[in-house]
């Protein structure tokens, strides 16, 4: 018999991983709601929002505070990266045939991922936790480290901050417009042009905010770009593409799905969220919550 | 206006000469060349078989390298854990990865677009995690080393082929493989099933108005793909001396894509070119630094902003403004 406490350690293991995955995944599930491009690269922009946080503790020595510092640093230096690549390259694509979009993002991927191993080397890098998130708390018989605790809180606010955004802004009911139609909100004297970058900027910013997060609990090292793209591909494939709330229920099922299938099958529980994938792909290709393109 | 007359260019028996040539290079070139030239003769098969579907029936698959790693996997586990002749598992590299293709693409070719090459993505990510994870059959993350080399003795009977060495002997072998698949992908697209393959790709609905079972004919070109696909997969295992998980894994799937692309989607030559390019390019650049991705990125950087009809759509849009310029000036 399993003990329970075990059952909930592994329940909080996997709510962990999802609330990770759903700060990446929404980024990703937002460019291709609104824009209708898969974009490779955004393991990429969380990989590079890793290195830059590590560089920016490294700057301006390990004092507590700057990791904070370093996170929000981090976040808007990918924001810029994003814009640029959206603004000098992206943009030129938006007409041509979804294949050129994902060949276009996946040479971001072997750049990026070039130019990190350049400047940052091979090796293993890691960020001490912030002092104040240091600890671990006791819950039901299992120790949580707080900082996993910050960010179950930390992924659903955001959730909730981007959620309102998109609902009750002005900004945020022309980006609604402009991924239902966005020739007639063009016509009807919005720069479309403008939200797409802005788009753009808002998902690499989740992407650098995410990496530079993730740096405490993980190490940063070349190729947590595609392994991490991935991971957030099958969340978004399974919520359903271009829906936020269906990347947050994503992200869960790919969580729990995860940390409970190593107990059934030790070896295949990678297996397992693939084969979900595919599953939900045959059965309903817009995923659990999302809606049928066109 | 008189027609044009037929551009010299297309008199010469290009395939035959190329032919010759390649196979000519154990003879005259180096074992190192041999080398480059068999790995050229798989790419290219492996991008041949991918543009059955890029270029000719216009569906976008994220997950070609599976029915290459299925291949190769069948081949080398026929040949290494059950000691096969090479005839035997082959063929049976091929029946294996078309018996997948068939499986997957069932499922596939009921979506569109941006679906089915998401779902092809999983596949072939499904077909990661099981190689990458079945010790007991793939060898796991060990991957199943020295795949042996066919035996290809009988070839010491044949005057001139009895001096080669092993790898040069393979390479014959591979090269004979992979001309007597690029002839038949080739007569594939000629006969009327490809050519129903191409008014698919041209426009879906119609090719469906007009009574054409659509998903039925997407399907076979799926399985015919990926059973080519297989055998480039079973070649290359041999080569390589080993099948490792890696073969399967998906970054392979868009290295295959830049291979087709880079030649020209829209010619039955543009893959074998842009597989040649694109090994020979790999080969100088990684003499010189380790950042082959930064450099393979950019090529496709300038690839999608500057040539998008690839190396053979650049080279015939430059001949036909010749041949323009030249027949003006004829008739001026």
């Known amino acids: 018999m399993i003990e329970p406490s075990f059952l909930f350690g592994q329940f909080l293991g996997g709510l962990t991983t999802a609330m990770f995955l759903f700060l990446i995944a929404s980024g990703l599930s937002l460019v291709f709601g609104v824009m209708r491009v898969l974009n490779f690269a955004h393991g990429s922009f969380y990989m590079i929002g890793a290195y830059l946080a590590w560089q920016v503790v490294q700057w301006v020595a390990p004092a507590p505070g700057n990791f904070w510092l370093a996170v929000v640093a981090a976040a808007l230096g990918v924001a810029l990266l994003g814009g640029v690549v959206e603004r000098l390259l992206l943009r030129h694509l938006y007409g041509r045939e979804e294949l050129y979009q994902l060949l276009f993002t996946y040479a971001l991927v072997l750049i990026l991922g070039d130019a990190a191993k350049a400047i940052w080397g091979t090796r293993q890098l890691s960020v001490s936790r912030p002092p104040l998130l240091s600890g671990g708390i006791e819950l039901l018989g299992s120790t949580l480290p707080t900082y996993n605790l910050f960010i179950m809180l930390v992924g659903p606010a955001i959730a909730i901050a981007v959620w309102l955004l998109l609902t009750r802004s002005t900004a945020g009911r022309m980006v609604r417009a402009a991924a239902l139609d966005r020739e007639m909100l063009g016509a009807l004297g919005a720069n479309v042009g403008a939200i797409y970058t802005g788009m753009f900027v808002v998902s690499s910013f989740l992407a650098g905010l995410s990496g530079a997060l993730v740096t405490p609990i993980e190490s940063i090292v070349p190729g947590m770009d595609v392994e991490i793209i991935v991971e957030a591909f099958i969340v978004v494939v399974i919520g359903g593409l271009g829906s936020f709330w269906g990347t947050f229920w994503g992200s869960m099922i790919y969580g729990q799905v995860l940390s409970f299938g190593i107990l059934i099958f030790p070896s295949f529980s990678i297996f397992s969220v693939f084969a979900l994938m595919a599953v939900i792909l045959i059965v309903r290709p817009w995923g659990l919550f999302g809606r049928p393109l066109r | ?332």
Not at chain 2, 175 to 191: D, E, G, N, T
Not at chain 2, 301 to 319: E, K, R, T
């Open chain 2, 1 to 332: 206006m008189k027609p044009p007359a037929t551009p010299l260019a297309f008199r010469v028996p290009w395939t035959l000469i190329v032919f010759l040539a390649a196979l000519s290079v154990p003879w005259i070139g180096s074992r190192y060349e041999t080398f480059l030239g068999t790995q050229i003769a798989i790419d290219a098969l492996f991008a041949v078989s991918l543009n059955l579907l890029l270029g000719t029936t216009g569906l976008v698959s994220f997950g070609h390298v599976a029915y290459f790693g299925i291949g190769a996997y069948v081949c080398g586990i026929l040949m290494k854990t059950y000691g096969m002749p090479f005839a035997v598992a082959l063929p049976a590299a091929a029946l294996g990865a078309a018996v997948f293709a068939l499986v997957f693409g069932f499922f596939c070719v009921r979506l569109t677009r941006i679906y089915f090459a998401m779902l092809t993505l999983a596949f072939s990510q499904i077909v990661w995690a099981i190689c990458f994870k079945w010790n007991d059959v793939t060898g796991g993350d060990q991957g199943l080393p020295d795949v042996p080399y066919p035996d290809i003795s009988w070839m010491s009977a044949i005057p001139g082929l009895d001096h080669l060495r092993v790898a040069d002997r393979f390479y014959v072998l591979t090269l004979i493989v992979v001309c007597l698949s690029l002839a038949a992908v080739r007569r594939i697209i000629a006969s009327p099933f490809g050519r129903m393959l191409t008014a698919i790709r041209e426009n879906p609905e119609r090719a469906a108005f007009v009574g054409v079972d659509v998903r039925s004919y997407e399907l076979a070109a799926f399985v015919v793909a990926g059973s080519f696909a297989g055998i480039a997969g079973a070649l290359f295992g041999i080569f390589n001396r080993g099948v490792f998980a890696d073969y399967v894994y998906w970054p392979k799937s868009a290295e295959v894509m830049i291979m087709t692309i880079l030649g020209g989607i829209d010619y039955f030559w543009g893959p074998v070119v842009g597989a040649a390019t694109l090994v020979l390019l790999n080969q100088e650049i990684t003499s010189y630094t380790e950042y082959w991705p930064l450099v393979l990125g950019i090529i496709l950087l300038v690839l999608l902003f500057a040539f998008p009809g690839g190396i053979v759509g650049g080279i015939a849009g430059g001949l036909a403004r010749l041949n323009r310029r030249m027949g003006r000036r004829a008739d001026a």
